[in-house]
């Protein structure tokens, strides 16, 4: 019944720029955090940002300063700017979203299929 679609994957330089952005889609009645993880691989999954519905937000510490998690709850979408790119960077992005889909129901969480983002040296 909800869906999440990110766009905005792709190759970039070391040092360069890219935003991510995830739109979930569905019988929502409300959405909760909502944050983005990636994997490399052969490793573990690691969670990359997360923003709560009144905008707080929280940081992997390899990240924090270079990324940048925002959200437009009109829109059920979030984002994720990424600067000054590093080639450790490069791995499938996830988007995570903790969400409603009826009242007196459960909140469940919901996963995107992934974007590549690779980051060349």
């Known amino acids: 019944q909800v869906q999440l679609v990110e766009s905005g994957g792709g190759l970039v330089q070391a040092g360069g720029s890219l935003r991510l952005s995830c739109t979930a889609s569905g019988t929502i009645v409300s959405i909760t955090t909502m944050g983005w993880y990636r994997q490399a691989p052969g490793l573990q999954r690691e969670l990359v940002a997360t923003?709560?519905?009144?905008?707080?937000?929280n940081y992997a510490g390899s990240v924090k300063g270079r990324f940048t998690i925002s959200r437009d709850n009109a829109k059920n979408t979030q984002y994720l700017q990424m600067n000054s790119l590093k080639p450790e960077d490069t791995a499938v992005y996830y988007c995570?979203?903790?969400?409603?889909?009826?009242?007196?129901?459960?909140?469940?969480?919901?996963w995107g299929q992934g974007t590549q983002v690779t980051v060349s040296s």
């Open positions: 923003i709560t519905s009144v905008g707080s937000t």
């Open positions: 995570n979203a903790r969400i409603l889909t009826r009242w007196g129901g459960n909140w469940a969480e919901y």
